[in-house]
């Protein structure tokens, strides 16, 4: 955990768990910085202004056109040489109210920094050089492109609501308005994505060849363009992925309901491109999915092997396959805690002489029973 304590208003502007309350807020964000700042009031002008600054920062339909970018960055670059000629203090743009140059200067070099093209047509004449671009040019609608080539993650709200979190050397196309029935991005690199739900209006994205559809859950996506693999894992609700040779991929597209293979929370899918190969498997380190509110009691005191692992199954939101009837007779006296799934199954296997696997992302418990 972050010592927020020690943050002053820069670090708060470029802190990515900030940004989201900020920019995308949603309950478990909100409950957390309220009650930080119950905690903290001494921050809460620190907390402001950087709020201030982000939403100052935030750029929504842009209409600059490359002369007057070129005349804004001419300006700022003269103002900045005419300040440190006379002081030697250390010029911190976020923090200067009184010059009006000085926002400026912030969103000129916000565009540079992560070279957002708000504004920029692709047009078909350009000859596609590999997957992503051939996404792109194949949409007949004008895309908005946005690139991040900073060293932090780049929050970027779409007019939906919904959230992505852009990481450093990816980027996305898409259609400003969302236009048609369905909602298309196309990813080239890594993001995290917050969707907002509209059974109506499908969510896609398309990544070197593998389609992930939601209608409004949250999901990562990694899909760079020398690697051979493309992975998606599902944090909250269901995806469906299908690649995009699929014969039925029309069908799956465009269909209210969620075909392909479906993934939960705690798994992924790993795409071989070559391969046209889908392994669905859990994540590395599976998180606990119900809500913050209720927190899930992993303290065993003879408590049958059969509801130990239906406690399990229920706070990850995985499929746990076992026999029932043989393990409750199981007795498990265990404290597990602070340990991380695949940590709390060795212990209750060892408990009880089983072993497990992981399949088509679900965990399969074999057991001859306790002796």
Not at 41 to 59: E, F, G, M, N, R
Not at 223 to 240: I, L
Not at 296 to 315: G, H, N, R
Request: glycine share 4%; charged share 25%; net charge negative.
């Amino acid at each position: 955990m972050k010592n927020y304590r020690d943050f002053d208003t820069e670090d708060f502007v470029w802190d990515i768990n900030f940004r989201i309350w900020v920019l995308s807020p949603n309950r478990e964000v909100n409950t957390f910085w309220e009650k930080w700042l119950e905690e903290n009031p001494d921050k809460t002008a620190q907390v402001d202004k950087a709020k201030s600054i982000i939403q100052a920062l935030v750029i929504k339909n842009i209409t600059f056109e490359n002369e007057e970018v070129d005349e804004l960055v001419s300006q700022t670059i003269a103002k900045i040489d005419e300040n440190a000629n006379s002081t030697t203090k250390k010029i911190k743009l976020f923090y200067t109210k009184q010059n009006q140059w000085l926002k400026i200067a912030a969103l000129v070099i916000l565009i540079i920094g992560v070279t957002i093209s708000y504004q920029q047509i692709l047009h078909h004449s350009i000859q596609p050089k590999g997957v992503y671009e051939k996404y792109v040019a194949a949409n007949t609608n004008q895309l908005i492109e946005v690139k991040n080539e900073n060293e932090v993650t780049l929050p970027i709200q779409l007019i939906d609501g919904s959230l992505v979190l852009l990481k450093k050397g990816s980027r996305i196309s898409y259609s400003k308005n969302f236009v048609g029935n369905t909602r298309e991005i196309y990813l080239s690199g890594e993001a995290f994505f917050e969707v907002t739900k509209n059974p109506e209006k499908p969510f896609l994205v398309y990544a070197n060849g593998l389609i992930t559809k939601v209608l409004g859950t949250s999901f990562t996506i990694r899909a760079y363009d020398k690697e051979k693999e493309v992975t998606v894992e599902v944090k909250t609700g269901k995806v469906s992925v299908f690649a995009q040779s699929d014969a039925r991929v029309e069908e799956k597209a465009t269909s209210r309901e969620l075909k392909g293979v479906v993934l939960t929370p705690n798994q992924k899918i790993v795409y071989a491109r070559e391969e046209v190969r889908m392994d669905k498997l859990l994540v590395e380190l599976p998180t606990i999915t119900t809500k913050k509110n209720i927190k899930p009691q992993f303290e065993f005191e003879d408590t049958p092997v059969s509801e130990v692992l239906q406690t399990l199954e229920k706070a990850y939101s995985i499929d746990i396959v076992f026999d029932e009837e043989l393990l409750s007779n199981c007795p498990l006296t265990a404290s597990l805690t602070d340990l991380q799934l695949f940590d709390k199954l060795d212990i209750i296997c060892k408990g009880v002489e089983a072993r497990y696997e992981i399949l088509d992302g679900q965990i399969v418990i074999y057991s001859k029973g306790c002796k």
